[in-house]
């Protein structure tokens, strides 16, 4: 089954303890990207990677680090988790033709940062 | 600056009574707008891809029409299981996608 998955689906940690939430995804796309999700202000794309190595931020990438040292893999590295980082997080990928490329999303991530 | 405005942030229905969700939006250079379902605790489901003005597309009771400002999603008879948000995005001429944060729709029996 074609799919993107995320681990861990749920996470309470405390501030400054470092953490990786792994995304993956069996569908060969070149395009991922990792967005959170918070009330009234919608998905905010965090940074994205056009292919192996290549990687941007998005609009919101401060206190965020990511790699894409394979094609199928895109984690998401909190190096000192705070408050203001526990949302509900979303990997994404797509094909990546650099068109209006349909992005297909993951489960999701909820992270609580005490 | 590309933006996405949804409205209404929240519609109730009754079962079979018909209506539209609006999604304002402005951008350089539309490359696609796009429609998303999402259900309580899951990640957005797609739905459609409209890439041009006047281009319509319909799937079972949902159907999303675009002009060079705005789309619409028309559902028409709706059913208890179409309850979710509904999620509008937009491209631009970056490789981004830009939300707006969604109608929240109910449909009672």
């Known amino acids: 089954e074609a799919q993107v998955t995320q681990n861990p689906r749920y996470l309470i940690t405390v501030t400054g303890k470092k953490l990786t939430v792994t995304c993956s995804q069996n569908?060969?796309?070149?395009?991922m990207s990792w967005y959170r999700q918070d009330p009234g202000l919608g998905l905010r794309q965090i940074y994205y990677?056009?292919?192996?190595?290549?990687?941007d931020k998005g609009d919101v990438p401060e206190g965020y680090k990511v790699s894409r040292k394979e094609k199928r893999n895109f984690p998401l590295i909190l190096e000192s988790p705070s408050p203001n980082q526990t949302s509900l997080y979303f990997c994404?990928?797509?094909?990546?033709?650099?068109?209006?490329?349909?992005?297909?999303f993951g489960p999701g991530t909820r992270l609580t940062v005490l | 600056e590309d933006q996405v405005t949804q409205s209404p942030e929240a519609l109730r229905l009754q079962e079979g009574e018909s209506s539209s969700l609006n999604c304002s939006y402005t951008?350089?250079?539309?490359?696609?707008l796009f429609w998303y379902r999402q259900d309580p605790g899951k990640g957005p489901e797609f739905l459609f891809t409209?890439?041009?003005a006047g281009e319509e597309k319909e799937k079972e009771r949902l159907k999303a029409t675009l002009t060079k400002k705005e789309s619409f999603l028309h559902i028409t008879a709706p059913k208890p299981e179409d309850s979710a948000t509904y999620l509008c995005?937009?491209?631009?001429?970056?490789?981004?996608?830009?939300f707006g944060t969604g109608t929240r729709l109910q449909v009672f029996p």
């Open positions: 994404a990928s797509s094909i990546g033709t650099g068109l209006a490329d349909t992005q297909y």
């Open positions: 990677s056009m292919n192996v190595e290549v990687t």
């Open positions: 569908m060969n796309h070149e395009y």
């Open positions: 995005a937009v491209q631009g001429n970056t490789d981004k996608l830009i």
């Open positions: 951008v350089s250079g539309l490359r696609g």
């Open positions: 409209l890439y041009s």
